[in-house]
């Protein structure tokens, strides 16, 4: 799971936190919530109508650290 670049996150973390998580992420940034509810679209739609039973990470790419 990765961070939603939001208010919230911005609220509750400090910068040096934000860039922290950020260096750990292989694309370099938090995700936003349109990109998010793109993903979410995506899977609720027939372009994915033949994925059953998976789990995909949705992290910029964190799991293949």
């Known amino acids: 799971m990765g961070f939603v670049d939001s208010d919230l996150v911005r609220r509750l973390f ?9 260096a750990n992420v292989p694309l370099k940034r938090l995700t ?5 509810s793109s ?7 027939d372009t994915a109508s033949f994925v059953t ?6 992290d910029g790419g964190r799991v293949m650290r």
């Open 14 to 22: 400090s910068t040096d936190e934000i860039a922290q998580v950020e």
């Open 32 to 36: 936003s919530y349109q990109e998010t």
């Open 39 to 45: 993903f979410v679209v995506m899977l609720a739609s």
């Open 53 to 58: 039973g998976q789990t995909i990470p949705f």
